[in-house]
């Protein structure tokens, strides 16, 4: 296990130039924090570059990390290199998840996301997602970054375990027509539909939206039905990452 000692070591550079998107995309790269979220990316058989570990940090037996990497460093550097204000000892360099093409199958059940930009939503609506045991998630253009760090700890992992790629949302929905998977909207105009009056489907896809200006309108026309839920309080509306757990298990047959 080599130490590294200076914050100007180019692998603490590197590490650090993946807190932003552009620095991911260059190098192909993400970060993960934990011991939690390693030890899901080498179930999962995620690659793993290289791991840092904090003095105090004891690696698990049960990890098989013969092939990996991994670096001791002081709590200044893992203070760097973490995003988080208070490190759990572990970082892990992972590579970009390669995602083979995702087609809609029969029985499939898919999310679609048109322009969520708050990473603890996302990350739980895609950890909603594999509690569901959807077929895929889809991103459109104008959702934040699957790999930001907030993203990535609030999947809890489930990023791991079920596709989720990024796609034009209009494409999908005509190929989930052709195959004859109902696409559901999520609306509050007076065109939408208590969501508690459609059945349980044996497939399906939900789009939900933007957290102000939710699903777009070029969008929810071409759905097959849009859906709302019902409000019994004063609140004029649900946090979307609620809304689409509600939507996902009601929908679920």
């Known amino acids: 296990m080599e130490r590294i000692d200076s914050i ?7 590490a650090k130039k993946l807190h932003t998107r552009k620095g991911r995309e260059k190098l192909g790269s993400f970060l993960i924090e934990g011991e939690h979220l390693v030890e899901e990316a080498l179930k999962w058989k995620v690659i793993i570059n290289e791991i840092y570990v904090e003095e105090k940090f ?41 995602r083979k093409p995702l087609q809609p199958e029969e029985n499939g059940k898919y999310l ?21 045991g959807l077929s895929g998630v889809i991103l459109g253009n104008g959702t934040v970054d699957i790999y930001n760090s907030k993203v990535l700890r609030s999947t809890q992992g489930s990023l791991f375990h079920l596709p989720v790629v990024k796609a034009e949302l209009d494409d999908w929905i005509e190929k989930l027509k052709a195959a004859n998977i109902p696409v559901y909207g999520t609306a509050l ?44 309080g004063h609140a004029e509306s649900l946090n979307v990452s609620v809304a ?9 047959k």
């Open 8 to 14: 100007k070591n180019v692998r603490i550079k590197n």
């Open 58 to 98: 004891r690696i698990p037996s049960s990890w098989d990390i013969n092939n990996v990497p991994v670096y001791l460093v002081n709590d200044n550097i893992m203070k760097e290199i973490c995003e988080t204000e208070t490190p759990q000892g572990i970082v892990a360099v992972c590579e970009l998840i390669g």
């Open 112 to 132: 679609l996301i048109d322009q969520i930009q708050d990473p603890g939503n996302l990350g739980t609506i895609i950890r909603t997602a594999d509690s569901v």
């Open 189 to 232: 105009d007076e065109r939408a539909k208590a969501y508690n009056e459609v059945s349980g489907q044996q497939s399906f896809a939900l789009i939900v939206g933007n957290e102000g200006s939710g699903v777009s309108k070029d969008l929810l026309a071409r759905t097959n039905e849009n859906l709302y839920i019902p409000s019994y």
């Open 244 to 252: 689409t757990g509600i939507l996902l298990y009601h929908l679920r």
